[in-house]
């Protein structure tokens, strides 16, 4: 259920937006002055304008709706004594005559790479005699690898000039991955995320379980200004700031006679500034679009870490904390395909997104780190990739 409120928000869209998109036809404002009670003519007088004998029953067609539009010109009937309080003179491709307030939601289902951790082996033991800390491997590692998992995304934006917006998203992501191993005797399995030189390193167990839980949120406040926006095609520019929380946690259990627990944890929270570029391609006539994204991010923050070894006597065998600063670089790369209304006010989209997240601190770093008391140079990628389905209403 703590997906069920993004769902909803998406279908929620696409019923309010089909009702909207009836009572707002994107086409030229008729011409003559606003009714006597100040109100703007509504949808039946603007067909009647266009398309005289067009009852309050009777459906706009795509046809004649792209016609309409398309054929005048992206521009037309846009001057303020048309529009009346509501145009403009450069209407960038716009219903001059909407609010100029978009609100979408987005479902997320993304894979984090590069974040894989070994946190077992088998091995023809007990080996108790030097190379105590490199047995020979009889069998596949135990890999706790994260596969695609769902989450989602919010925003809304307001229109400050016919040709840029404001506006703000919110994305969350988590993941879960679970696995478990075990061995007969004579064969065992040694730990690989405990410390070499505790007393446990050369314990052998026979089973093993572990869980990596990897899970972000994102606040994005952008302005976006169209460089070029017109019947075809369009070019944005965005600037903005984000805020950034990644957090990683690894719990693992090793048992025989006895059990012995190794848990990591890093926490991230940072902010910085993102600048980037949005182009899409569209058809009037069939409301076909493609579109890309490239933005990239600066976020400086602070990483915090902790490691626990811990036997089920609660005895700690070992225990260690560290933190630093860091800045991490963000690149998101998407490209898609979609649909939108003949009046610009519903588009539903769908594509695949990468995000890279550079100099990110990983928990199987960190582990070498506690395991060889070597801290220098922590950083390295982190990659998230997947399917990402958007529904936008513009009002």
Same mark, same amino acid.
């Given at each position: 259920m703590k997906y069920g409120f993004a769902l909803g928000f998406v279908f929620g869209l696409l019923l309010v937006g089909s009702g909207f998109g009836q009572d707002m036809a994107y086409l030229p404002a008729p011409t003559g002055e606003p009714s006597s009670d100040g109100q703007r003519p509504t949808l039946t007088a603007k067909l009647a304008t266009y398309f005289p004998g067009v009852g309050d029953n009777t459906e706009l067609t795509l046809a004649s709706c792209a016609d309409s539009y398309c054929d005048e010109g992206c521009n037309q009937g846009c001057a303020v004594d048309a529009c009346d309080s509501c145009g403009d003179a450069d209407c960038c491709g716009r219903s001059c005559c909407s609010s100029g307030i978009h609100v979408w939601g987005e479902f997320l289902y993304l894979n984090a790479r590069d974040a894989e951790v070994a946190f077992a082996v088998p091995i023809n +033991?007990?080996?108790?005699?030097?190379?105590?800390?490199?047995?020979?491997?009889v069998g596949a590692v135990a890999v706790l690898d994260p596969d695609y998992s769902p989450g989602f995304s919010v925003g809304a934006a307001f229109e400050l000039s016919p040709c840029s917006s404001l506006g703000a998203e919110f994305t969350h992501f988590e993941s879960q991955t679970f696995m478990e191993t075990e061995i007969d005797a004579p064969l065992v399995l040694r730990s690989m995320v405990a410390h070499p030189l505790s007393a446990s390193a050369t314990t052998d167990f026979l089973q093993a379980s572990g869980n990596l839980g990897i899970d972000f949120d994102l606040i994005d406040i952008d302005y976006r200004h169209s460089v070029i926006d017109n019947c075809s095609h369009s070019i944005n520019y965005l600037l903005g700031v984000r805020y950034a929380r990644l957090d990683q946690n690894l719990s693992t259990r090793f048992v025989n006679n006895g059990v012995e627990d190794v848990f990591a944890n890093i926490g991230y929270d940072g902010a910085g500034i !993102?600048? +980037?570029?949005?182009?899409? *391609?569209? #058809?009037? !006539?069939?409301?076909?679009?493609? @579109?890309?994204? $490239?933005? $990239?991010s600066l976020v400086a923050g602070d990483f915090t870490a902790? @490691?626990? =070894? =811990?036997? #089920?006597?609660?005895?700690?065998?070992? $225990?260690?904390?560290? *933190?630093? +600063? !860091?800045? %991490?670089?963000?690149?998101?790369? /998407?490209?898609?395909?979609?649909?939108? #209304?003949?009046?610009?006010? %519903? !588009?539903?989209? $769908?594509? @695949?997104?990468? #995000?890279?997240?550079?100099?990110?601190?990983?928990?199987? /770093? @960190?582990?070498d780190a506690v395991q060889t008391n070597e801290y220098e140079g922590l950083g390295d990628a982190m990659t998230f990739d997947g399917l990402v389905t958007r529904a936008e209403i513009r009002f």
């Open positions: +033991g007990p080996i108790t005699s030097p190379p105590a800390n490199n047995p020979i491997p !993102r600048l +980037g570029l949005e182009g899409e *391609k569209h #058809s009037c !006539r069939t409301g076909v679009l493609i @579109y890309a994204k $490239a933005i $990239a902790d @490691y626990t =070894q =811990q036997e #089920s006597t609660d005895r700690i065998v070992a $225990a260690t904390s560290w *933190k630093a +600063g !860091r800045v %991490v670089t963000m690149g998101d790369l /998407e490209l898609g395909a979609g649909w939108m #209304s003949c009046n610009g006010l %519903v !588009r539903l989209t $769908a594509g @695949y997104t990468f #995000s890279k997240w550079f100099n990110t601190v990983m928990i199987d /770093e @960190y582990i």
